[in-house]
């Protein structure tokens, strides 16, 4: 069974950081392209960044030179690093497995999705 875990969410004050990760099993990193998406209070969801199945990555212009992706294929794991948070990060983060790395969601590959881990930034 495919399937992805998100965890790390939590509550720190702007300009702190979380390390997000997501979990996959059923499947390895080779085979799917992992994208983080994050969806804040009566906002629509939107793409964050995405790694590919050969460790490239793309970041959302929202988020760049703030947040980094990475991932572990010995743990099968992919992490999001979040740096200088602002209260605007406040989401709940989703990671999802992609056909390619776009992180638009009205773009996006989507074939599955993990639950999501809620970031709340405090001002």
């Known amino acids: 069974e495919v399937q992805l875990q998100a965890s790390g969410g939590g509550l720190v004050q702007a300009g702190g950081s979380l390390r997000l990760s997501c979990a996959a099993s059923g499947f390895t990193l080779d085979d799917y392209a992992i994208g983080w998406f994050r969806q804040a209070p009566g906002m629509e969801r939107e793409g964050v960044s995405c790694i590919s199945t050969h460790g490239g990555t793309y970041d959302a212009d929202s988020i760049k030179g703030r947040f980094t992706i990475s991932s572990d294929n010995a743990k099968n794991t992919v992490y999001l690093q979040m740096d200088n948070l602002k209260p605007e990060d406040t989401a709940v983060y989703y990671c999802?497995?992609?056909?390619?790395?776009?992180?638009?969601?009205?773009?996006?590959?989507?074939?599955?999705w993990g639950q999501g881990t809620l970031v709340t930034v405090s001002s």
């Open positions: 999802a497995a992609l056909g390619f790395c776009i992180v638009d969601p009205a773009l996006a590959d989507f074939r599955f």
